[in-house]
């Protein structure tokens, strides 16, 4: 076998610890945050006597947002607004506000969420012109997004993750592109002695900077399209670039021993549904995008685990590729057997199609239960 490709979503982290997306949300808004002044969040620690205006505000926000939401997603959805839709609800609305995204459509909802926030707003610090109300829909977002380091930093040992080592040691090239933030998938693959390439090999000191470090012969290529929890955007003699740190990121130094000048505290990774993709074209993800459609175009596998098929953009995506060539297919690693998978959104009007072409096959078996033999007929050798 000479070549092979994964595609993960955030369910291949579950059984290393990694809090669902619920988790998160129900962590977000019910437990107590402080905010750091350095302008990042953290949770509160007992020995801390202050009183966290700024993370209360933030929470608050999120919480009349939720309620305003929640009503329509129930009907539409048949589900509870998680931190995904809070953080694109708050984005749309900083974005509308700024006259960066001018959106007509959520005019009644800002307007009403404005009044019925007064108290909220009225009390923050404007950090974005003079628009306290747009800040503290900024502030909110950052909110989540420490929300979400936070959850997943925790999880450090992967589980069930072994596939991908053996997969990596049985093939020349190995394509891993994957939506998820943490660290699991580098962990797995630096414990088992694997090397791969990541887009990051130019080193500075404690830093890896971003360089399209991705070797096309033979080498394990790791894709990481929504970002990742190290990724950080720093200030170089030369210029202003993303870099990768394996550190405690406020003490990282470059290689004559000077502290990094650390551009935003925050990480580099995406969240909320449909503000996330407007970064698939530009920029950092848009390189790893770039990177995505030309790698994938060499394989005519595309082995998937625990994704969703929620996100449009990566859909239309898989979509096209799946139509590139007659031999194109995907193989779904998914305990639920094929019911499981044809019931979400993407696959109804596909499916039946799709399926007879042989063009979609179910493994009932997650990633961790999946052996290597099981995979080898699905590849050309």
Same mark, same amino acid.
């Given at each position: 076998?000479?070549?092979?490709?994964?595609?993960?979503?955030?369910?291949?982290?579950?059984?290393?610890?990694?809090?669902?997306?619920?988790?998160?949300?129900?962590?977000?808004?019910?437990?107590?945050?402080?905010?750091?002044?350095?302008?990042?969040?953290?949770?509160?620690?007992?020995?801390?006597?202050?009183?966290?205006?700024?993370?209360?505000?933030?929470?608050?926000?999120?919480?009349?947002?939720?309620?305003?939401?929640?009503?329509?997603? +129930? *009907? %539409?959805?048949? !589900? &509870?607004?998680?931190?995904?839709? =809070?953080?694109?609800?708050?984005?749309?609305?900083? @974005?509308?506000?700024?006259?960066?995204?001018?959106?007509?459509?959520?005019?009644?909802?800002?307007?009403?969420?404005?009044?019925?926030?007064?108290?909220?707003?009225?009390?923050?610090?404007?950090?974005?012109?003079?628009?306290?109300?747009?800040?503290?829909?900024?502030?909110?977002?950052?909110?989540?997004?420490?929300?979400?380091?936070?959850?997943?930093?925790?999880?450090?040992?992967?589980?069930?993750?072994?596939?991908?080592?053996? +997969? *990596? %040691?049985?093939? !020349? &090239?190995?394509?891993?592109?994957? =939506?998820?933030?943490?660290?699991?998938?580098?962990? @797995?693959?630096?414990?088992?002695?694997?090397?791969?390439?990541?887009?990051?090999?130019?080193?500075?000191?404690?830093?890896?900077?971003?360089?399209?470090?991705?070797?096309?012969?033979?080498?394990?290529?790791?894709?990481?399209?929504?970002?990742?929890?190290?990724?950080?955007?720093?200030?170089?003699?030369?210029?202003?670039?993303?870099?990768?740190?394996?550190?405690?990121?406020?003490?990282?130094?470059?290689?004559?021993?000077?502290? +990094?000048?650390?551009?935003?505290?925050?990480?580099?990774?995406?969240?909320?549904?449909?503000?996330?993709?407007?970064?698939?074209?530009?920029?950092?993800?848009?390189?790893?995008?770039?990177?995505?459609?030309?790698?994938?175009?060499?394989?005519?596998?595309?082995?998937?685990?625990?994704?969703?098929?929620?996100?449009?953009?990566?859909?239309?995506?898989?979509?096209?590729?799946?139509?590139?060539?007659?031999?194109?297919?995907?193989?779904?690693?998914?305990?639920?057997?094929?019911?499981?998978?044809?019931?979400?959104?993407?696959?109804?009007?596909?499916?039946?199609?799709?399926?007879?072409?042989?063009?979609?096959?179910?493994?009932?078996?997650?990633?961790?239960?999946?052996?290597?033999?099981?995979?080898?007929?699905?590849?050309?050798?």
């Amino acid at each position: 076998m000479s070549s092979a490709a994964f595609f993960f979503g955030s369910g291949i982290s579950l059984a290393s610890g990694a809090p669902s997306v619920g988790k998160i949300t129900d962590d977000l808004l019910g437990k107590e945050w402080i905010a750091h002044t350095d302008g990042r969040f953290m949770l509160r620690p007992l020995s801390y006597e202050g009183e966290p205006r700024d993370a209360v505000r933030a929470q608050q926000f999120l919480r009349r947002i939720k309620a305003k939401i929640e009503p329509r997603l +129930l *009907a %539409r959805e048949r !589900r &509870n607004p998680h931190y995904e839709d =809070l953080f694109s609800s708050v984005r749309q609305i900083v @974005q509308d506000e700024m006259l960066e995204i001018p959106n007509p459509l959520i005019a009644d909802f800002t307007e009403s969420l404005r009044a019925e926030t007064v108290e909220l707003h009225d009390a923050q610090h404007p950090h974005i012109d003079d628009n306290r109300f747009a800040s503290l829909a900024d502030r909110a977002s950052i909110l989540i997004q420490w929300a979400v380091a936070h959850g997943i930093s925790a999880a450090k040992a992967p589980q069930g993750m072994n596939l991908i080592s053996e +997969l *990596a %040691r049985f093939v !020349r &090239n190995l394509d891993i592109f994957s =939506l998820n933030h943490d660290l699991l998938i580098e962990a @797995q693959l630096d414990r088992d002695g694997v090397p791969f390439f990541d887009g990051f090999g130019n080193r500075n000191g404690d830093a890896l900077i971003f360089d399209s470090n991705w070797p096309i012969d033979a080498a394990v290529r790791l894709y990481k399209l929504h970002g990742s929890v190290n990724w950080y955007r720093f200030q170089f003699a030369e210029w202003t670039q993303y870099a990768k740190i394996h550190r405690d990121v406020n003490h990282a130094r470059d290689r004559d021993g000077n502290l +990094l000048n650390l551009m935003e505290p925050t990480p580099m990774f995406l969240s909320g549904n449909m503000v996330k993709e407007q970064a698939y074209g530009y920029g950092l993800i848009g390189d790893h995008f770039i990177r995505f459609r030309e790698r994938l175009s060499t394989h005519h596998t595309l082995v998937c685990c625990g994704y969703g098929w929620g996100d449009k953009g990566i859909n239309i995506r898989l979509d096209q590729w799946l139509h590139d060539a007659k031999e194109n297919r995907i193989v779904i690693l998914h305990t639920g057997g094929e019911a499981a998978v044809a019931s979400a959104r993407f696959w109804i009007f596909r499916w039946a199609r799709l399926r007879a072409a042989g063009k979609v096959i179910v493994i009932p078996k997650w990633l961790s239960d999946c052996t290597l033999d099981e995979l080898k007929p699905y590849f050309v050798s």
